[in-house]
């Protein structure tokens, strides 16, 4: 079992950044693939972007390119979503996920494990 604890969301104005994070414990953090997704009111949930575990390599949503950065610090256990020049329609519930296998993938049902979500709310 992974246990993933995220934080750091909040109100910010369209503009702005926030930075969220994610401690995980239980196994090894370094052998899982960490992603971020969100689900806005009456929408699915939508993968924004993941990190694969072998080779650090990331992987994002279109509409966020440019924008937000996934990094990880694999020795504080925790994965991080810096989110810059913040839209509207960023606002969602982001979540945290780890995926055992090693390519990040943009499906949301394989991701294994998911944490409780934090609310990000842009406001115009």
């Known amino acids: 079992q992974v246990q993933l604890v995220e934080s750091g969301g909040g109100l910010v104005q369209a503009g702005g950044s926030l930075r969220l994070s994610c401690a995980a414990s239980g196994r090894t953090f370094s052998r899982y693939t960490m992603g971020w997704f969100r689900q806005a009111p009456g929408k699915e949930r939508e993968f924004v972007v993941g990190?694969?575990?072998?080779?650090?390599?990331?992987y994002e949503l279109d509409s966020v390119k440019g924008r937000f950065t996934i990094s990880r610090n694999n020795a504080k256990e925790t994965v991080y979503l810096q989110m810059n020049s913040l839209k509207p329609e960023d606002t969602a519930v982001y979540y945290c996920a780890a995926d055992s296998t090693a390519k990040v993938r943009d499906i949301t049902k394989v991701w294994d494990y998911w944490g409780q979500g934090t609310q990000v709310t842009v406001s115009s």
């Open positions: 990190i694969s575990w072998s080779d650090g390599s990331t």
